[in-house]
């Protein structure tokens, strides 16, 4: 994220919601300073063969485009359509009625108009009418068309960065337009064009790299993991086992990379250690495929496709019967809403059966992979662990809406 000094509370506070003074399509985008992310490195873009690798920011104002950008987007934009549905079927059927408009939090932590999911969409639907609508080619403006030029672009760049791609605002649509999938578009056409963030091009270059989005080697995972069972060990006394690329195991597990390596996801990390332990589970981690996470999401389907399938390759080379998740919102989200389609069906791997209780999770018949959540529940609801719940008497607890477990696979 660009720098930017800390504001005060009174200054955070200070959102002015009034309409602007401008239409929309004449108001210029500022790049303020502490609101977008530096360019995706040269050496990233090399790594995941993306376009156009340089060095740029987007605080300069010549972004350094291929001569041919307005025509690699239109193209890109044609086959996309083409390809994809629902993004033809979201480009021609919002109706503009403004349920979602204050339900995007860059809308209401900005106040800045073109936050709002309706009006983020049309920043790419103006351009869509201009060159595939007869209406926009013929009336432009007056149908809600415009020209691509490099402002439209880099308003494209700012605004579709600002999005996290949550879905809330699509749980209000009464036509059930993704918002998230129009940014995802979004950033594909840019992506076309070398404009992307480090944010998300190192993280996924990292894992074509070492298998991860933090880029941690083999060697690292497996002292760390060692290090919590030592950990394990000091504060409770039992041993853990620390199976890792263990061929013929049962299940393989797959855990965000955040979780070997930051707290708080250590504390969870270790979490999973003591019950596979208690349970006896017959499991393995991979050093290989050493990432729940799925930061193509963030970059284009493609990518999406990529990372997730070094996952499967894993499991048949281990020669897993199934795969149990540790919890990644963008892993789950990846895994239910894509897999099936870009890797799947994993028929090479056999219907998900809990060892310990016999329950068949036929909710993952087809991707053969199983939320930790779900897997958890399932040994609670048949008294396969101990639990004492006046341990958390002393907390109040509150149940926060994770986007993409909850809202986009149905979990909760
Ligand atoms: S709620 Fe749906 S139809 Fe209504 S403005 Fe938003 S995207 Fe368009
Ligand atoms: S998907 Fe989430 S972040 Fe993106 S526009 Fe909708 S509410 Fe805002």
Known sequence: MSSAKTPKPDELIAIRYEPPEMPWMDTPTVFRPGTWSYSGTAKSLTALNLPNPRAWQPSDADWKLPENWKEIILDGMRERLEKYRSFKLFMDICVRCGACADKCHFYIGSGDPKNMPVLRAELLRSVYRRYFTEAGKRFGRLAGARELTVDVLKEWFYYF?????????????????????????????LNLVGCNINWVTEPAANCFRTGNHLGIQPGGIKDMLDFMADDIADR??????????????????VTPSGDYFADPGTYTCMGYLMLFHEIGLNYTFSTYASEGGNFGLFTSSEM??????????????????????????????????????????ADFLEEPVSPITGTRFENARSTKMVHIAEFTADLIRNGKLKLDPSRNDAYRVTFHDSCNPARAMGLF
């Open 161 to 189: 960065y600002q999005c996290t791609e949550c879905r809330r605002c699509s749980a209000f649509c009464p036509f059930g337009i993704d918002q998230a999938e129009i940014t995802m578009m979004g950033r594909e056409l």
């Open 236 to 253: 409770t006394g039992v041993r853990v086992d620390v199976p890792i690329n263990k061929k013929g195991a049962e299940i393989l597990f």
């Open 304 to 345: 999406v496709k990529r990372l997730n399938a070094k996952i499967y390759a894993e499991a048949k080379r281990l020669g897993v019967k199934w795969i149990l998740g540790g919890e990644c919102g963008h892993m789950w989200r990846v895994i239910h809403q894509y897999m099936d389609t870009m890797n799947g069906p």
